[in-house]
């Protein structure tokens, strides 16, 4: 039914850029909030950022801010994750959610969760 489908992830080198897109389906997409989370090797989940439905608002970790940029396409129902300036420390399991509840979202409770792309940033 639902389904939230990551791309995008790979290989690149410190200091590089890469674009990460999720795609929905199953869903009223434009109901929903959207984010992005990601999971280093031996870490925890932890919150990255996220966008309302309607993409006039969105709120990111002190950890990425300046560097990332999340975007919506509700027609195309999808959502994106521009990640420029990367950073060995960046590499994880990145993994697209979305929520009914923004302020849910962003505490990591989300209604439906992708099943994550792999980045990996050499130095």
């Known amino acids: 039914q639902v389904q939230l489908v990551e791309s995008g992830g790979g290989l690149v080198q410190a200091g590089g850029s890469l674009r990460l897109s999720c795609a929905a389906s199953?869903?009223?997409?434009?109901?929903?909030?959207m984010g992005w989370f990601r999971q280093a090797p031996g870490k925890e989940r932890e919150f990255v950022v996220r966008?309302?439905?309607?993409?006039?608002?969105?709120s990111y970790a002190d950890s990425v801010k300046g560097r990332f940029t999340i975007s919506r396409d509700n027609a195309k129902n999808a959502v994106y994750l521009q990640m420029n300036t990367l950073k060995a420390e960046d590499t994880a399991v990145y993994y697209c959610?979305?929520?009914?509840?923004?302020?849910?979202?962003?505490?990591?409770?989300?209604?439906?969760w992708g099943k994550g792309t792999l980045v990996t940033v050499s130095s």
């Open positions: 199953g869903l009223t997409f434009s109901n929903y909030n």
């Open positions: 966008i309302t439905r309607s993409g006039g608002g969105t």
């Open positions: 959610a979305a929520s009914r509840n923004y302020f849910d979202l962003g505490a990591g409770d989300a209604d439906f």
